[in-house]
C-alpha cells in the first residue's frame, strides 16, 4: 500500500499505437485508483480501451504502442518509469493476469506442474525443488484441483479445470493486484459462476485487488465494488456498483445499464446503435456526442472533464456541466 493507502494508482495515462494509417489513441487520460482487496469492474464495448489499459498496467505495451505520458504507480513504484528487466519481476509476482480465453494460453506440451514453476524460477524467488512442489500443491489446491493435476498435460483437462489450471498459475505468487481479462467468457454457465467463486474466495484469501475486465454487466453486478466504464480510450464514469446501477450519470452508462432488464439479472450488452469510434486524434469534443441521444452544443466544442459530481460518483458529461466549472 502507499502513502495513500491505495494498492495501485493510474495517473493521466496515455496509450497510443503508431501505424501506417496514422496514431490511434487507445488509452487517454485515464485516472483511478484501486484499494488493496477491492473489486474493480471495467466496462465498455470492444475497443473502449480496457485491454490496453490492463496491458499497459502489466508492462506489456510493445511496438507500435507506447506509453505516451502518464503514471502507474504500484504501492510506492512508478511502473512506468521501470526498465524491462525490473517490469518482468513485477509481472506475476506482484501484477499477475487471467488473460482472456485463459485456457488456450496453457502450453500444450508441458505438465500443468512444469508452468507453475516455469514462473517461480522467472522470478528468481530463489527456493528449494520441494518448496516449489508445495506451492504448486497449495496453488492447485487453493482453485479446487486435486493435486494429481500437476502431473498432467492441458489436453487431459476439461474446459473449466484448465481455467482453475490458469488461475492457480495468476496466484501462484500471492500478487497484489490480479487482473482477470472475461476469465469465463469461454465458458458454460454453470462453470463461468464456480470459477467466478473461486477467484473470489482467493482474492478475499490472499488480500489482492481484482480489476475484472469484461462487458457483461449482470457478473459486474454481482462481483465487484466499484465500476469503471470506458467508451474510446477514456474513462467516462466511476462509481460504486449500487450508485452505477441504481443512479448512472453518463449516458453511455445509462444505455449500458437500461439493456438490462434487471439489476440482479445477468445480461450481456448487446449494443448501442453506432460503434465505439478508434481515437485518431487528440478529442477537443465529447467522444460519445455522435451516438449520445442527450446531447447539447457544448458536446460538440469541448471535452467534458470527469469529475466527482456526486459523492464517490465520477462522469465525463457536460449534463453536469454547471457543477464542473
Ligand atoms: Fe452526451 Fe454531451 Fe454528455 Fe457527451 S457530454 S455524453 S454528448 S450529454
Known amino acids: 500500500m502507499n502513502d495513500n493507502g491505495y494498492v495501485l494508482r493510474v495517473e493521466n495515462l496515455d496509450v497510443q499505437y503508431h501505424t501506417d494509417a496514422g496514431t490511434v489513441y487507445a488509452n487517454s487520460q485515464v485516472s483511478f485508483n484501486l484499494k488493496p482487496g477491492e473489486r474493480l469492474g471495467l466496462v465498455g464495448e470492444s475497443g473502449s480501451g480496457k485491454s490496453t489499459l490492463a496491458l499497459a498496467i502489466l508492462g506489456m505495451i510493445k511496438p507500435p504502442g507506447r506509453i505516451g505520458g502518464g503514471e502507474i504507480w504500484l504501492e510506492n513504484t512508478d511502473l512506468v518509469k521501470l526498465p524491462e528487466e525490473a517490469i518482468r519481476q513485477v509481472r506475476g509476482r506482484q501484477v499477475s493476469m487471467i488473460p482472456q480465453g ?36 497449495e496453488a492447485l489446491e487453493a482453485v479446487e484441483l486435486d493435486p494429481q493435476v500437476a502431473q498432467m498435460y492441458p489436453h487431459e483437462l476439461s474446459g473449466g479445470m484448465k481455467q482453475r489450471a490458469c488461475i492457480a498459475i495468476a496466484i501462484a505468487m500471492n500478487p497484489k493486484v490480479i487482473i482477470a481479462d472475461e476469465p469465463t467468457s469461454a465458458l458454460d454457465v454453470v462453470t463461468q459462476r464456480q470459477v467466478m467463486q473461486t477467484i473470489g474466495h482467493l482474492q478475499a484469501q490472499l488480500g489482492s485487488a481484482v480489476i475484472l475486465i469484461g462487458h457483461d454487466m449482470g457478473l459486474m453486478a454481482q462481483f465487484v465494488d466499484r465500476i469503471a466504464v470506458m467508451y474510446a480510450g477514456k474513462l467516462v464514469e466511476l462509481g460504486s456498483v449500487k450508485d452505477t446501477f441504481t443512479h448512472p450519470m453518463h449516458p453511455y452508462t445509462q444505455m449500458l445499464i437500461s439493456s438490462l432488464p434487471r439489476l440482479e439479472n445477468k445480461g ?31 458536446c460538440m466544442q469541448r471535452v467534458p472533464k470527469l469529475l466527482e459530481h456526486r459523492p464517490n460518483q465520477w462522469a465525463a458529461c457536460h449534463l453536469y456541466q454547471s457543477e464542473e466549472n
Do not use: W, Y
Request: hydrophobic share 40%; aromatic share 2%.
Open 268 to 298: 450481456t450488452f448487446n449494443g448501442i446503435p453506432g460503434i465505439t469510434p478508434l481515437l485518431r486524434e487528440i478529442p477537443t469534443d465529447c467522444v460519445f456526442n455522435s451516438r449520445c441521444p442527450q446531447a447539447i452544443p457544448i
Open 102 to 137: 485463459a485456457m488456450n494460453s496453457l502450453n500444450p506440451v508441458a505438465r500443468i506442474k512444469d508452468q507453475l514453476i516455469d514462473g517461480m524460477i522467472d522470478h528468481e524467488l530463489g527456493l528449494s525443488r520441494s518448496e516449489m512442489n508445495r506451492m504448486v500443491r
